[in-house]
Structure formats: structure tokens, C-alpha cells
């Protein structure tokens, strides 16, 4: 699986950005990162970064969104769009993100276009960052958001199951012997005959 994906979208302006999906193996989550244009074609990732951790669950919502499956990120807003996903530690209102994944405004009935971050570090307003997605990167996006999620729910079975979850990750089934033994076969060509059949006393059973 590719561990990285990139969307970058420098225009005429400068005003432009660009986004980055990045999965770590064993961190049960991607990370995405959105930074502003600071050059013709150039991103200034080192000042103007800002990154957001998402889990398995949020990648289900960014992959429904994609499929066409629901119109947007997040609560619809009451006015044709989407609240987006909010992270936000309860009661630090300082710090936030939003991630809003929704269509081009007044075209909600078309699939979703823009990706965009909007953040508050220690309660400064930074500059909203958005990349706009045609088809072809919301099909690989999917495939991405996809892919990861296999990859996590993997780790967490093979890493929680104790012996049950060793067992069933090998490639192939464990087959234990068996003790039992076949019933022997008669010899062919033979025809076994039944003794004479006595009391207990030894005496012939008359017939």
C-alpha cells in the first residue's frame, strides 16, 4: 500500500495549498497535513503547516463522502452545507481543528470538491487552507482511506487477541494428530465363521 498521499494545488494568486495523507504502521491512525503556497510552485511546510490526527472512524466518514454515500463532512450546518469534523479537546477552546470535506457552494447536490482545515492554535485564527479534489482524486483517496482502515482493524486483531488472534494471523491452519486408530480391514478372499455358541455353564445351546 502506498504510505503517502499527496494533492497540491498551486494557482496564479498564490493563495493555494496543498494536503498530505500520511499512514504510520502501528499508529492506528493517518495523519493529515495542509500547508499555504509560498512560492509559484512551492509550499511553505516548514512555518505554515498544520496537522490533524485521524482515526479509523473519521476515515469512514472522509470514505462515505467520497463514494457519493453522504453530501459532506460532518452535521449538515442548516444551510445546505456541512459543520465538518471538529476536534477539540473539552473545555480548551483554544485549540481546534475543523476538517470540511463539501461541495462547491450552491452545487450541493454535486459530489464533494473542496478538503479544507480550519485551526486555532493557543486562540490565534489561522488562515483557512483548502485544496480543491476532482474525480480521479476522490477515487484514490478512497482507495487510501480504504486501505488504511483494513490495515488498522488488522493490527488491532492480531495484536489483542492473545493466543486465538497468534493463532489464526499464521498462513496456514495448525492440524493436530489424531490417536485414533482405523478399524482393521478383514483379509480378502477369506470368510470368517462364527464358533459354536455355548451357555455359560459350557453346555451346547440346542437349537
Not at 491512525?29 to 511553505?44: D, I, R, T, Y
Not at 477515487?139 to 487477541?161: I, K, N, P, T
Not at 491452519?173 to 462364527?194: C, I, N, Q, Y
Request: charged share 25%.
Amino acid at each position: 500500500m502506498k504510505r503517502k498521499l499527496s494533492i497540491y494545488r498551486p494557482n496564479n494568486k498564490g493563495d493555494g495549498a496543498a494536503a498530505q495523507f500520511e499512514f504510520t504502521d502501528g499508529k492506528d491512525a493517518v495523519w493529515l497535513s495542509m500547508a499555504p503556497q509560498n512560492g509559484e510552485k512551492s509550499f511553505n511546510w516548514k512555518e505554515g503547516k498544520i496537522n490533524v490526527k485521524l482515526g479509523i472512524y473519521e476515515l469512514g466518514a472522509i470514505l462515505a463522502v467520497c463514494e457519493g454515500r453522504v453530501g459532506g463532512l460532518g452535521q449538515p450546518d442548516g444551510k445546505g452545507g456541512y459543520k465538518g469534523s471538529i476536534h477539540q479537546i473539552q473545555g480548551q477552546d483554544q485549540n481546534s481543528t475543523i476538517i470540511g470535506l463539501t461541495p462547491a457552494a450552491g452545487k450541493e447536490d454535486q459530489p464533494a470538491r473542496y478538503l479544507s482545515i480550519s485551526a486555532k492554535r493557543n486562540g490565534e485564527v489561522l488562515p483557512r487552507l483548502s485544496v480543491g479534489l476532482g474525480t480521479g482524486e476522490r477515487e484514490v483517496l478512497a482507495v487510501f482511506c480504504r486501505h488504511a482502515m483494513l490495515e488498522m482493524m488488522v493490527d488491532d486483531y492480531q495484536g489483542g487477541g492473545g493466543e486465538e488472534a497468534s493463532s489464526t494471523a499464521t498462513d496456514k491452519p495448525v492440524v493436530k494428530p489424531t490417536t485414533a486408530s482405523a478399524p482393521a480391514k478383514k483379509p480378502a478372499g477369506r470368510k470368517v465363521e462364527a464358533g459354536p455358541q455355548v451357555n455359560e455353564d459350557g453346555s451346547d445351546i440346542p437349537f
